[in-house]
């Protein structure tokens, strides 16, 4: 018999967040579903959307100290980490109708959404179609709002029907690269803690060993581009017209997401904001937690 590859296991959440782990099936998709769930006291509520290609434990690092004042769920997106991942088409409306599935299911009246990435982008649309079911949103390295498509080398490359697959799965030969593909969505992933380091090197890899992970992931890397060129025009006008309280937090060496596209919609929406994390990458809340955590908790005092 073959052993099986360690990476091939079960994800396992980030140490502190094992004791809130839960998981719900949600009522009209059929879809079974991993989350966070924390603060179960406070009134307030707090939904966490991570990027594409993540899981709920992105937030690792904010997740807790929120709690202490919000009622608070990280989600792992279907298809992605201890989420069911059926192989179906993973378009923008189905995450966004689980999403919102979560919401109901869970009785979630009126949450802040706080998105990091393609997390950002489903937080800001559904803002936009939803805006009376919102109370907030935090659009950490993402937006609607795209001015440039700031897509790197590598996930162009992997946009190549076939190309894009073997690049993917030539990763399982090499731990290493695995890792190394990583360091363009951080400033200096060298200088994390080597708990965070340890982390991602065995996350990273659990993901490249997950055929179904992989599935999704291509599905939607190849329906996002157009996706979101479909909803630029009159954009400007829906944003304007969006009377949400929105923070836009984008880190200083973001590679993905341009000062620009921040700066852009804190100018038209009437009530954003926008505020740069010094020498941090795409995922700031990962790379500058304790910066992340007061430039948020700042903000979230007009709720207060």
Known sequence: MTKKNVYQD???????????SKRITLSSLGVDLFYYEAGLENPNKIVLIHGLGDEADTW?????????AYHIFSLDLPGFGRSQKAKRDYSIEFLEAATLE??????IKNPILIGSSLGAIIAHHLALLHSDRVRGLILVGGALM????????????????????????????DPQAAFDTLKGFYYDINGLPLEDRDFLFTRVNKRVWDDGQKYAYFSILRNLTQWVKSKQPNLTNKLAALNLPTLVVRGEHDQLFSQESGMEVAQIQPHA???????AGHLPHQEKPSDFLMVVNNWLKIFQ
């Open 60 to 68: 690792r690092h904010a997740f807790l100290p929120l709690a202490k």
């Open 146 to 173: 795209q001015t440039e498509n700031k897509l790197n080398l590598s996930m162009r490359l992997m946009q190549i029907p076939h190309l894009g697959e073997w690049l993917y799965t030539r990763l399982r030969k």
């Open 273 to 279: 904001q926008f505020h740069q994390i010094e020498d």
């Open 102 to 107: 979560v919401l109901d299911d869970l009785e």
């Open 10 to 20: 079960s994800m396992q959440p980030w140490p502190e967040l094992n004791p809130f």
